[in-house]
């Protein structure tokens, strides 16, 4: 069955808004936002999170800075930008709106 690759679809759809969501709660860099995306169950490389960063920071979404690591080089720190802002508030609203959608579909009684 497909099942794995129905999983590995789905959550790659969904990975630009989890990234976003990461971070909004706070300030954060790659190998920190994989980790996190890992403790979720939700698996992933880093050759998929940088193309992905790189994707939303060059549409204005988020922003960064270099700091220094108190292990190894600088590391670069994301931060969400107003229009990252506006977009995960924007991605919330779809989000909840499908699970929505969803649940109706699931409960749904045929009346046939």
Same mark, same amino acid.
């Given at each position: 069955?497909?099942?794995?690759?129905?999983?590995? %679809?789905? /959550?790659?759809?969904? !990975?630009?808004?989890?990234?976003?969501? *990461?971070?909004?709660?706070?300030? $954060?860099?790659? &190998?920190? @936002?994989?980790?996190?995306?890992?403790?979720? $169950?939700? *698996? =992933?490389?880093?050759?998929? *999170?940088?193309? @992905?960063?790189?994707? %939303?920071?060059?549409?204005?979404?988020?922003?960064?800075?270099?700091?220094?690591?108190?292990?190894? &080089?600088? /590391?670069?720190?994301? $931060?969400?930008?107003?229009?990252?802002?506006?977009?995960?508030?924007? !991605?919330?609203?779809?989000?909840?709106?499908?699970?929505?959608? @969803?649940?109706? *579909? /699931?409960?749904?009684? $045929? =009346?046939?």
């Amino acid at each position: 069955m497909k099942e794995e690759n129905t999983k590995a %679809q789905m /959550r790659k759809g969904i !990975l630009e808004y989890c990234i976003l969501a *990461i971070i909004a709660r706070e300030d $954060s860099y790659a &190998p920190k @936002i994989i980790a996190e995306l890992k403790r979720a $169950s939700m *698996i =992933v490389v880093e050759g998929t *999170i940088y193309p @992905i960063l790189t994707r %939303q920071k060059n549409a204005g979404l988020l922003t960064y800075r270099w700091e220094e690591s108190p292990q190894g &080089p600088p /590391r670069k720190y994301y $931060s969400l930008t107003a229009k990252g802002r506006e977009q995960l508030a924007a !991605l919330d609203e779809a989000w909840n709106e499908m699970v929505e959608q @969803i649940e109706t *579909i /699931r409960k749904h009684h $045929s =009346v046939e």
